[in-house]
Structure formats: structure tokens, C-alpha cells
């Protein structure tokens, strides 16, 4: 895979959904939302999240929609 292709297909949508909540919702927020459902990442993966330069997996795309109160399919854009 070529370095400038995007690596996810939520990346825009997860900072979207993080700016548009009042307040919004901190990189770390998130982190913390994410770590309650049992996933565990750093800062800078969800920087990378964002960037699309780190895949996300399955378990990571439901909790992550679960925890910005958002539903998987906007997520990924299909709705």
C-alpha cells in the first residue's frame, strides 16, 4: 500500500463528530470514552485516526462510534 493513500474511511467524520459537540470533545475525551469500552489507545493514534494514516478495526469503528454518540454508517459516511 502506498504511503499517501488514506488508510481509514472515518478519519474526517471521528474530528467532525468530536468539533461539532458542545463542548466539544478533546482527543483525550475520547480517549477516556474509548477506554471505558475496553479499548485502549494514545493520543496520537487517534491523531492518526484522524490523519487516516492508521487503519482502524472493527472493534475500534463500533466503539468509537458508540462513544461520540454516532452511528457506524456516518461514520463511514453512508448515511
Given amino acids: 500500500m502506498e504511503n499517501n493513500k488514506p488508510k481509514n ?9 468530536r ?23 494514545e493520543k496520537t493514534t487517534i491523531s492518526k485516526i484522524e490523519a487516516k494514516t492508521r487503519p482502524v478495526t472493527d472493534i475500534e469503528l463500533v466503539a ?13 459516511g453512508l448515511e
Fill in 9 to 17: 474511511l472515518i478519519g474526517d467524520k471521528v474530528r467532525q463528530a
Fill in 19 to 41: 468539533h461539532r459537540n458542545k463542548p466539544k470533545i478533546t482527543q483525550t475525551d475520547l480517549i477516556a470514552r474509548l477506554a471505558v469500552r475496553g479499548i485502549e489507545l
Fill in 64 to 76: 468509537i462510534a458508540d462513544s461520540l454518540g454516532v452511528s457506524i454508517l456516518w461514520l463511514l
